[in-house]
Nanobody, 114 residues
Framework: QVQLVESGGGLVQPGGSLRLSCAASLSNFRITAMGWYRQEPGKQRDLVAAITPGGITNYAGSVKGRFTISRDNAKNTVYLQMNGLKPEDTAAYYC????????WGQGTQVTVSS
């Protein structure tokens, strides 16, 4: 059973920054494409950023240029650096494989508000 543990969320003012972390208990983490997703209440869970095992990244248009996904294979951890946060970035953030292969973790709440 793969466990995904997200952390790093919080309340931040517009224009601020946060860095999310996701620790994965996954033996083949280094060969797994990973992604960060977000979900607002009553809406579907959408992919916002993904990273291949080789470090190639892809972003949703709404976060491109503001968010950066990265990974540390030695720590089985994927990160999401979020800069220039906007109120519309408010959501619960989750990590998973790029193919949503694993059970979801508890997520971490990001609230952008003045």
């Amino acid at each position: 059973q793969v466990q995904l543990v997200e952390s790093g969320g919080g309340l931040v003012q517009p224009g601020g920054s946060l860095r999310l972390s996701c620790a994965a208990s996954l033996s083949n983490f280094r060969i797994t494409a990973m992604g960060w997703y977000r979900q607002e209440p009553g809406k579907q869970r959408d992919l916002v950023a993904a990273i291949t095992p080789g470090g190639i990244t892809n972003y949703a248009g709404s976060v491109k240029g503001r968010f950066t996904i990265s990974r540390d294979n030695a720590k089985n951890t994927v990160y999401l650096q979020m800069n220039g946060l906007k109120p519309e970035d408010t959501a619960a953030y989750y990590c998973n494989s790029a193919g949503r292969s694993f059970s979801w973790g508890q997520g971490t709440q990001v609230t952008v508000s003045s």
